[in-house]
């Protein structure tokens, strides 16, 4: 009896411990908030939300539900709530709480037809994904479906029905998943897909092609599906001004079909991105721009070299070796005492050289030089500044005086016109022969009297006339010449302007001459 006994206790203390150990294994994992729609009763809501925390229970350790609502503000207060995806939250609130799985479920009703979903999401990135669709569906009904998704998901112990099978997708990169339109994740993603119908597969990833196949499985087919999706690339022209430089992405030159380098104009197709793009003229500076990629065609690129500069030597004499150098009328510099010196100017541009010192300054030399080439300039022949300001002081005087001249004479014209035609008009109403002229002869011999034209009178009429319009020409001719005079006199010509130097001042006088 004591043996029996004894032998009733050691079983009971090794079930007790196996127990306990089981407890401990369990994998700890966490369930988000079921994401309803469609479903009103806020009854349902709750036995089913209890039903799956039940059911999970028995194969995870599971986070309460305030630990999962702190991390989760947590994961929100780190990312912010743009940023804070369910894939992103998910993984900071996995790193917070030390879970291997997290669940998400989803219950869709449209009267009596629902959809069920869940999915488990591992720390290492895989996702597994079961759904299920009940038609006539009742309370009943739809706890079973989610007891078994959840059996279906259990790592490595997948329970697969009648009319199922189980695709696993892999890519390279990281692509976001679609089945029959609906998304479902991203990779690593394992599927339950009906064997029904093939099941259509749509693979995203910004930047690369879009994958799309559709695959046949039979039922309880396991398979495994690696995905390597392409680079998407873009279409442009690169042309540079001057064109044939060679082309560099990335640090890399480009190459043409027959391995030589590839130069401007040219079109490339680099893949979807930034890229850095570079050019290389010999004797030009190299031109760095960042190119993106984002769309199929990005049409033509033009880049402007600018050339590397050149050398121009002065040379100027001795007497001048403190000039100062001016290109494009800016200075550039002294000659530092020197009688030739370079400087360091723009490559292939029309340059206009000058030296000056003081009041004096070299004629105007135009020079083109190469990129990274040198090109002289000599000056022998300097020109007196204060010539020059005397010259254009005197073109000033010159047409100050004209001017004056000009005005005077102008007005002597208009008072001689006024006059002579004063006097026309006078004439059209004082000197007729017509009226002075038409007289009336008496009735002598009882024919009565009549009016007729004494032509003597009229010839003498016409005499006066013609010399009363001589003299209104006369004066206004004796007006304008009174103008013209009077303006000479007034401002004569300076045919000739004297200067002599007072310092630094320049003293002008001209003669009047008429």
């Known amino acids: 009896m004591k043996q029996t006994t004894k032998q009733f206790l050691c079983v009971t203390l090794f079930l007790l411990s196996a127990s306990s150990a089981t407890a401990q294994l369990k994998?700890?994992?966490?369930?988000?908030p079921i994401n309803f729609s469609g479903v009103k009763s806020t009854e349902e809501r709750a036995i089913l939300q209890n039903h799956v925390l039940t059911e999970l229970s028995t194969y995870y350790d599971l986070k309460s539900e305030q630990e999962v609502e702190s991390a989760r503000?947590?994961?929100?207060?780190?990312?912010?709530?743009?940023?804070?995806?369910?894939?992103?939250?998910?993984?900071?609130?996995?790193?917070?709480?030390?879970?291997?799985?997290?669940?998400?479920?989803?219950?869709?009703?449209?009267?009596?037809?629902?959809?069920?979903?869940?999915?488990?999401?591992?720390?290492?990135?895989?996702?597994?994904?079961?759904?299920?669709?009940?038609?006539q569906c009742t309370l009943p009904l739809a706890r079973?479906?989610?007891?078994?998704?959840?059996?279906?998901?259990?790592?490595?112990?997948?329970?697969?029905?009648h009319g199922e099978a189980i695709l696993t997708l892999e890519s390279e990169p990281r692509a976001l998943v679609f089945w029959e339109g609906i998304e479902q994740g991203s990779t690593p993603l394992e599927l339950t897909v009906p064997t029904d119908r093939p099941a259509e597969i749509l693979a995203v990833a910004e930047g690369y092609q879009d994958f799309s196949n559709f695959f046949e499985l039979k039922t309880g087919e396991h398979r495994k599906v690696n995905i390597r999706l392409v680079r998407r690339r873009g279409l442009v022209e690169i042309t540079t001004e001057p064109s044939g430089a060679n082309i560099f992405l990335d640090s890399k030159p480009l190459t043409a079909s027959g391995g030589q380098a590839l130069r401007t104009p040219s079109t490339i197709r680099p893949e979807y991105g930034k890229h850095t793009l570079t050019l290389k003229l010999e004797k030009h500076q190299d031109v760095q721009t960042q190119l993106t990629i984002n769309r199929p065609n990005l049409g033509t690129k033009k880049y402007t070299f600018q050339p590397n500069p050149g050398r121009l030597i002065v040379r100027v004499p001795a007497e001048f070796k403190n000039a100062d150098v001016y290109i494009n009328d800016r200075k550039v510099g002294n000659m530092g005492g020197k009688i030739?010196?370079?400087?360091?100017?723009?490559?292939?541009?029309?340059?206009?050289?000058r030296v000056k010192r003081g009041d004096f300054e070299s004629e105007v030399e135009r020079v083109k030089i190469e990129p990274e080439e040198s090109g002289k300039v000599r000056f022998n022949e300097f020109t007196d500044l204060r010539i020059i300001a005397i010259r254009k002081k005197q073109k000033k005087i010159?047409?100050?005086?004209?001017?004056?001249?000009?005005?005077?004479?102008?007005?002597?014209?208009?008072?001689?016109?006024?006059?002579?035609?004063?006097?026309?008009?006078?004439?059209?109403?004082?000197?007729?022969?017509?009226?002075?002229?038409?007289?009336?002869?008496?009735?002598d011999e009882g024919y009565g009297s009549y009016d007729y034209?004494?032509?003597?009178?009229?010839?003498?009429?016409?005499?006066?006339?013609?010399?009363?319009?001589?003299?209104?020409?006369?004066?206004?001719?004796?007006v304008i010449a009174i103008g013209v005079v009077s303006a000479f006199k007034e401002y004569p010509i300076s045919n000739e302007i004297s200067f002599n130097y007072d310092g630094d001042k320049i003293l002008l006088s001209y003669e009047k001459r008429f």
Request: charged share 25%.
């Open 27 to 32: 994998p700890e994992a966490m369930m988000l």
């Open 73 to 135: 503000d947590a994961a929100i207060d780190k990312l912010s709530s743009e940023n804070c995806t369910e894939e992103a939250c998910v993984k900071i609130m996995g790193d917070l709480l030390d879970v291997e799985h997290t669940f998400t479920f989803s219950v869709i009703a449209a009267g009596n037809y629902w959809d069920l979903s869940a999915t488990r999401l591992d720390y290492f990135g895989t996702t597994a994904r079961r759904n299920s669709a009940c038609e």
């Open 453 to 478: 034209v004494d032509e003597g009178c009229v010839k003498d009429a016409k005499k006066f006339r013609s010399e009363y319009y001589n003299l209104a020409h006369l004066l206004g001719m004796g």
């Open 340 to 353: 030739a010196k370079s400087f360091e100017v723009d490559a292939n541009v029309s340059l206009k050289v």
């Open 398 to 443: 010159n047409s100050d005086l004209n001017s004056k001249r000009q005005r005077i004479i102008g007005d002597g014209f208009r008072i001689g016109l006024y006059t002579t035609g004063s006097f026309y008009l006078l004439g059209l109403f004082f000197v007729s022969p017509e009226e002075q002229c038409t007289k009336q002869r008496p009735d």
């Open 144 to 161: 079973k479906i989610l007891t078994e998704l959840i059996v279906g998901l259990r790592p490595g112990t997948a329970v697969i029905k």
